[in-house]
């Protein structure tokens, strides 16, 4: 095996664990958007508070709800907002 075979290889696995990584990632975001999807709504239906669900990019989303002024803000900071859910 000379330098230029082991490049190979090194390359090979290389790429075949971050395939292997992404889809151990992917497996477990895409289920996750959907369970916190779902959760929102549930949240918006049992406060009676009005909320909308964004997805700001490919791994990060938040359920957000209107305070009494008007501003959205993440239903997680409800209690640090001084606002009852």
Do not use: H
Not at 50 to 64: G, P, Y
């Amino acid at each position: 095996m000379n330098g230029g075979e082991g490049c190979l290889m090194v390359g090979i696995v290389v790429t075949g664990l971050v395939l292997f990584v992404s889809v151990i990632v992917l497996a477990v975001m895409i289920p996750m958007y959907y369970v916190d999807k779902s959760r929102c709504g549930a949240f918006g239906q049992q406060t009676n508070r009005e909320v909308k669900f964004v997805k700001f990019n490919l791994v990060t989303w938040d359920c957000l709800t209107r305070t009494a002024d008007g501003k959205w803000i993440s239903t997680d900071a409800l209690r640090e907002f001084g606002e009852k859910p």
